[in-house]
């Protein structure tokens, strides 16, 4: 079983629910159905939390280690948290897992391989519920180069295993317990020189049978400052206007005005994660893993955004390490929809503007939006289950976990 951030030996990988190929067309398109076939088998399986019966999951069962990529059904899982999902061709498929709330932190995809001839039981998939580590605390700054990690044991873990990953890298500069066989101590000392910089770093907890139930929030951050501290020039990012996570849609992006070229973006927030180019005049600067500013002919005219939640293609996530200025906000529309708010509350505020459909038929997202004045802004929205229900009830049971904005005129 692969789970949600992580790829083969304890490579992270986040699961994206949406490529960002979707999010600059300025409309999500959803994954395609699947069509009929006559040589099609059922996938069984079970989702637990710490070897107990998870209900209410969701499962999906996709084509390809993509969420976009075709659906072949989905389930809910039963009180012994058993699914079972019909139709689904032979050969290779994922199955994606979706806890019953936020103390799941994140998503469990375990690859099967299905027969037509007979009944194919899937392996087990394990979710994992989100923590806090004790030390470094977040954004501290330590003139160590070789810090000591801390955690509280998490109940019932037996074993551990911590990554340090600096801003920017693609592989661990320390780790223990993560290709090599796991630890049982609730601290690890880093027993090498870390060079000055910024590192991101987790701590995942494992039971006695070695299944995942634990795993640190996501990302957090230390500075390792050397033994004396430079004096060096302020960064013009502190000077910038304070964030807030209200977004006007003709107006302003996180206070950010539309309009706003690229440099003085960049001299105002930093350098980004990760900078796309998808034609003469289109931009895409990314800024961790959540968060993406959309810039035509060199102006701000939207982005896409998710509040702990990834945005691009889960084969690329891994390649962007860091955490921004960004990644705490939990994004607000002006109108007073906001992150987590349900279609029916949405319903509420938008009437007959919202468009689309904004619901779920046989797993498949249908578009979700709305216009203003100068803009269109796309929701995305996935199923929530409604505690003590069998699974999503309606617009109640659906909730937005994202949205791309895009001005339909371009800001002076």
Not at 232 to 244: G, K
Request: with cysteine.
């Amino acid at each position: 079983m692969t789970r949600g951030w992580e790829l083969g030996a304890g490579g992270w990988l986040a699961v994206s629910l949406w490529s960002l190929v979707a999010c600059l067309a300025c409309s999500h398109r959803p994954p395609a159905t699947a069509p009929s076939a006559a040589r099609t088998g059922t996938v069984e399986g079970r989702v637990l939390w710490n070897e107990q019966a998870v209900p209410g999951a969701h499962v999906y069962a996709t084509a390809e280690y993509n969420f976009q990529s075709t659906h072949f059904g989905d389930a809910m899982t039963d009180a012994s948290g058993h699914f079972s999902i019909r139709s689904v061709p032979p050969g290779q498929k994922y199955l994606y897992v979706f806890g019953t709330g936020q103390p799941f932190w994140v998503t469990a995809v375990t690859p099967v391989l299905v027969s037509a001839s007979a009944a194919t039981t899937a392996p087990d998939s394990h979710l994992c519920k989100g923590f806090d580590p004790t030390a470094p605390a977040p954004g501290e700054r330590l003139d160590s180069p070789r810090p000591v990690l801390k955690w509280n044991p998490y109940p019932d873990a037996t074993t551990y295993a911590v990554r340090v990953i600096r801003r920017g890298a693609n592989s661990a500069a320390f780790s223990r317990g993560d290709t090599d066989p796991h630890i049982s101590a609730t601290s690890a000392n880093v027993d090498l020189d870390l060079a000055p910089g910024v590192y991101n770093w987790r701590v995942d907890a494992f039971n006695a049978n070695g299944h995942i139930i634990g795993c640190s929030y996501f990302a957090r951050s230390f500075t390792v400052t050397g033994a004396v501290r430079p004096t060096a020039a302020p960064n013009p990012r502190d000077a910038a206007a304070p964030l807030t996570p209200r977004i006007d849609p003709d107006h302003d992006i996180f206070g950010i005005p539309l309009g706003t070229t690229v440099a003085q973006f960049v001299t105002a927030y930093g350098a980004p994660t990760g900078e796309m180019h998808v034609s003469a005049v289109d931009t895409t600067l990314l800024y961790g893993r959540s968060t993406a500013f959309f810039f035509e002919s060199d102006r701000l005219v939207g982005g896409f955004f998710r509040a702990a939640g990834y945005i691009l293609d889960m084969r690329l996530t891994d390649k962007l390490v860091g955490t921004t200025r960004f990644d705490a906000l939990r994004w607000q529309l002006s109108n007073g929809v906001e992150n987590g708010m349900s279609v029916t509350a949405i319903r509420k505020i938008l009437g007959d503007k919202l468009q689309g459909g904004c619901s779920l038929a046989t797993g498949v997202v249908r578009l979700c939006y709305f216009t203003t004045e100068n803009a269109r802004v796309d929701l995305d929205i996935l199923p929530r289950p409604i505690p003590g229900a069998a699974g999503p009830t309606g617009d109640d049971g659906i909730v937005a976990v994202g949205l791309v904005v895009r001005a339909t005129r371009r800001p002076q």
